[in-house]
């Protein structure tokens, strides 16, 4: 059975409850999926999974300090997450508020690990975003999330 991660940083709840609906997406046959806290995750726990979907709120215009420090800490194993499969998503508390850039932050440094991400044509490029509470229309785009990584990761790993 594959395993996939879901990694947050939530102050208020709204990326946490983003993770759970990215999980709602991605159950299903052949893959297991965890919902983690990122403080409750070191860096190292990631060489156990096949894929990795890691949020964060937006901080003036960047990922959290905790998950900045998670990709810090992944320097030691560099190269080692080469060839899993890696998503991002993010919330803020309104529409100029960086979503994009957080999310593009994770996928750059995915990217740098070497990591296989997936974009999509429709929706929410780049990953999912809700500014304040997730909505009708975000809680769609996590479980499309979700179900568009676990295939991948059933495919790739």
């Known amino acids: 059975m594959k395993k996939l991660a879901i ?12 993770a759970h609906l990215i999980a709602e997406g991605a159950a299903g046959p052949g893959v297991r999926v965890d919902v983690k806290n990122v403080e409750d995750f070191p860096a190292e726990k990631a060489l156990e999974y096949d894929g990795l979907v890691i949020g964060s709120p937006t901080y003036y215009g960047s990922m959290a300090h905790q998950i900045k420090k998670f990709f810090d800490d992944s320097v030691s194993f560099h190269g080692k997450l080469s060839g899993k499969v890696g998503a991002a998503f ?13 999310i593009t932050g994770i ?25 304040g509470t997730p909505d009708a229309r975000v809680k769609k785009q996590c479980h499309e999330l979700g ?3 676990a295939e991948l990761v059933v495919k790739v790993a």
């Open 7 to 18: 990694i947050y940083y939530s102050r208020t709840g709204n990326t946490e409850a983003m």
């Open 147 to 149: 179900k568009r990584v």
């Open 90 to 102: 993010s919330s803020a508390a309104n529409i100029g508020g960086g979503n994009e850039t957080v």
């Open 107 to 131: 996928l750059n440094a995915m990217l740098i690990h070497g990591m296989i991400v997936r974009g999509n044509e429709a929706g929410d490029h780049y990953g999912p975003v809700s500014i």
